[in-house]
């Protein structure tokens, strides 16, 4: 895998859906060019200056992947072939664990298990052919990934350059209850358009994720920074000079946020507070142990985020009281604020009983979910329309 000085690379960022175009604007920030949103993803081109930063700084991305080659099948035989044809020997090394991570939408193949499999035994037959030797597998912490995606009769084979999750920042190291995902967190930050100057509440922080994100992006700390590795440090190509200047060149924000975490729990705001820390911005989040209804929050404008309970595990009559209350405090104690609740509940969001400005759909997990927007005001409706004009 010789690198040509500034050669140009096609790469594509995942995502979760309908983040497609906040990942697209953070690529085109990093020097992407040609920058393509599709569906859960983005194409674009960059050299290994940008493959690198891709994933250090992106915050809405899952994995960076650089395109090796695409061919046609319309056979199973045909697959295996073309696997066997690429020289896999200039990405790939005898000393090299490797592993294949497949999706599949075709007729060929119609199990994705069983493309990765055919896939592995075409890169250890071209190894043992050439060498008499064979790299090993490894599906738990492979040196060198790879991405083998067909579609139809199009098959496109890409070098996983970033291996685990980029949503693993490292520094959850204990999770509550079905904790937020990072990039997802980070994504409901962005949606919602929080001045970092101005304060922020995490009222069911949980394990504390929306409340990091929110520190880490305030004061520019890149989310790749926490991680260890990458799996393009594993590669032939790997520019270990370049990779550390990189990380030399970041630029902490001087912004010193106001970021309120809070949890009914007190152990639960203990594992927070632990993952805070790991992630060196426990300075920048005041933690309390209370009910939601208690906070007494500064004065507005500011920023509210709420992810609730979306009531897998409890009655009706109980989780409609508990979204009711919420618009309660809001309502009562939020005057001047922004708040965001993200829930896949859409009749216990009926009884927030504030009509949102703005509603974005949203994965969490497999969950189909509504982000939704409220915009809060002191004193009488009346007033806060007359303020605006």
């Known amino acids: 895998m010789n690198q040509k000085k500034d050669e140009q690379f096609d790469l594509v960022a995942k995502t979760f859906y309908g983040f497609e175009q906040l990942l697209a604007d953070e690529i085109k920030l990093l020097g992407g060019t040609d920058v393509e949103p599709g569906r859960r993803m983005v194409k674009f081109k960059g050299g290994l200056a940008v493959l690198y930063k891709a994933n250090i700084y992106l915050r809405t991305s899952l994995r960076i992947l650089k395109n090796l ?34 999706v599949v939408f075709s007729e060929i193949f119609k199990n994705s298990l069983f493309a990765a499999q055919r896939a592995k035994d075409a890169i250890v037959d071209r190894f043992r052919t050439k060498y008499a030797k064979r790299p090993l597998v490894d599906t738990e ?44 967190a980070a994504a409901l930050i962005k949606l919602s358009g929080w001045d970092y100057n101005t304060p922020l509440y995490d009222p069911m922080t949980g394990s504390g994720t929306i409340a990091i994100e929110a520190a880490l992006m305030a004061r520019n700390i890149p989310p790749g920074l926490i991680r260890k590795d990458f799996c393009f440090q594993n590669w032939p190509d790997y520019n ?51 009910p939601f209804g ?43 604020f922004n708040a965001w609740i993200i829930s896949s509940n859409a009749n216990a969001m009926k009884e927030i009983g504030l009509k949102p400005f703005k509603k974005f759909k949203v994965l ?10 409220f915009e809060l005001f002191a004193g009488n409706y009346k007033e806060f329309k007359t303020s605006r004009l």
């Open 69 to 102: 080659h695409s061919f046609t099948i319309t056979s199973q035989d045909d697959y295996y072939n073309g696997l066997r044809n690429i020289e896999w020997e200039n990405y790939l090394g005898l000393h090299h664990s490797f592993a294949i991570d497949s």
């Open 294 to 336: 208690e906070i007494k929050p500064v004065s507005g404008p500011g920023t509210v985020i709420i992810n609730p309970p979306y009531g897998e595990r409890m009655k009706e009559k109980e989780i409609n009281a508990l979204y009711s209350d919420i618009g309660s405090t809001l309502k009562n104690k939020f005057g001047g």
């Open 141 to 184: 912490n492979p040196d060198v990934l790879i991405n083998v995606h067909i579609s139809d009769n199009i098959v496109t084979i890409s070098l996983d350059s970033s291996g685990a999750s980029l949503h693993r920042r490292g520094y959850r190291t204990a999770e509550g209850a079905a904790p937020i995902n990072q990039v997802l």
């Open 240 to 290: 270990k000079t370049l990779y550390r200047q990189l990380l030399e060149e970041v630029q902490l924000a001087d912004t010193k946020p106001q970021i309120y975490a809070n949890d009914i729990s007190a152990d639960v705001l203990e594992i927070a507070r632990q993952n805070a820390s790991k992630a060196n911005i426990s300075s920048f989040i005041r933690f309390t142990n209370k």
């Open 364 to 373: 969490n997990g497999s969950l189909e979910c509504t982000y939704s927007g």
